[in-house]
């Protein structure tokens, strides 16, 4: 069953992370203890691991993109698995969420408009 990973409170005084840079991407294994993303605070960066195994379903933060403390960082489950009822139905199969992402520089502003949305 897929889990949901959210942003991390690093720090006491932290209300909202950036992810400096992923490590793992849509689609990929991920393995206990496998670093996931570098986690910027209000007072430094570092690096985020994994507690579970599975494949990486889905990113709720894209890379350089802020997020609140306990929203949607990522997804992993089952690779395949439907995340649809995780994401209100806003998720896309690994494949397709990769082949997004590299091919929407246009849509990108609106798509972090969205989140920024969703997030309040």
Request: proline letters at 2%.
């Amino acid at each position: 069953m897929a889990e949901v990973i959210t942003m991390p409170r690093l720090s006491d005084t932290m209300t909202e992370g950036k992810v400096a840079k992923w490590h793992k991407k849509v689609g990929d294994k991920v393995k206990e203890g496998d670093i996931l993303a570098e986690i910027e605070t209000d007072k430094a960066v570092q690096d985020f691991e994994s507690e579970i195994e599975g494949t990486l379903l889905y990113v709720g933060v894209e890379e350089g993109g802020a997020a609140a403390v306990d929203s949607v960082l990522a997804i992993i489950g089952n690779e395949g698995e439907d995340i649809s009822g995780l994401t209100g139905g806003a998720a896309a199969p690994a494949a397709t969420e990769e082949k997004n992402q590299k091919n929407s520089l246009k849509q990108k502003p609106l798509r972090l408009l969205l989140q920024k949305f969703r997030q309040e």
